[in-house]
């Protein structure tokens, strides 16, 4: 937990800049200043920053991970006020879960995930990214996976941007599709499937 309020905090992208003390990170990153101290204090512990004599903190490679620019993207998946880290929260009902067959994401945060998602346009809009940014690794081995072409129309539920969609409408000129997502989502789908001049089969 303690990496994960390191990552919500972004701790990591302002020692990257500055060398800095619990105390004199306090204010930009709007914490009690003693609590973040023995925070960082732990994770100096634990490797993840460094501590000078001087009592200020640096980053270990381990910490690098935590910037935001990170190429492994840890930091948007730990944040516990991202859509990630609010569903990950959720897994501490996963017994409640098990027991009495209820989601627990509503147990934890009052109601469903999707529900939640479309209450914050910014969560919303980094899970729709996060999607999207799968579709391009696995979407030719699923057009290439299956005889596309033997079917009339297709329906993508959850098909998120349209990402998909455009490329098996692309690769099967006969054949026709629909998206099925959040309202919002939906509507980027259909914008992108229009730019992608596929709006009359789609």
Same mark, same amino acid.
């Given at each position: ?17 500055? @060398? ?12 009690? @200043? ?11 512990? %634990?490797?993840?920053?460094? %501590?000078?004599?001087?009592? %200020? ?13 990170? @190429? ?33 994401? @509503? ?96």
């Amino acid at each position: 937990m303690a990496i994960r309020v390191a990552a919500t905090l972004r701790i990591a992208d302002r020692l990257a800049k500055t @060398p800095s003390t619990g105390a004199e990170l306090a204010d930009a990153v709007a914490a009690d @200043p003693g609590a973040l101290e023995r925070l960082m204090r732990y994770l100096a512990a %634990r490797g993840v920053l460094g %501590r000078g004599e001087d009592g %200020r903190y640096t980053l270990t490679a381990l910490g690098e991970e935590l910037r935001d620019d990170h @190429p492994a993207g840890m930091r948007a998946m730990l944040d516990i006020e991202s859509w990630e880290g609010r569903a990950e929260l959720s897994f501490a009902h996963l017994l409640h879960s098990v027991r009495t067959g209820e989601a627990a994401f @509503p147990r934890q945060f009052g109601r469903s995930f999707w529900d939640d998602l479309a209450a914050d346009p910014a969560r919303a809009a980094a899970f729709d990214a996060r999607m999207a940014a799968e579709v391009p690794g696995r979407a030719p081995a699923i057009v290439a996976g299956y005889d596309w072409g033997s079917l009339r129309h297709l329906v993508d539920v959850g098909g998120g941007d349209g990402s998909l969609l455009i490329a098996l409408l692309t690769a099967y000129p006969a054949l026709r599709g629909t998206v099925v997502d959040q309202p919002d989502t939906a509507r980027t789908a259909a914008a992108a499937i229009a730019a992608a001049g596929l709006s009359g089969r789609a």
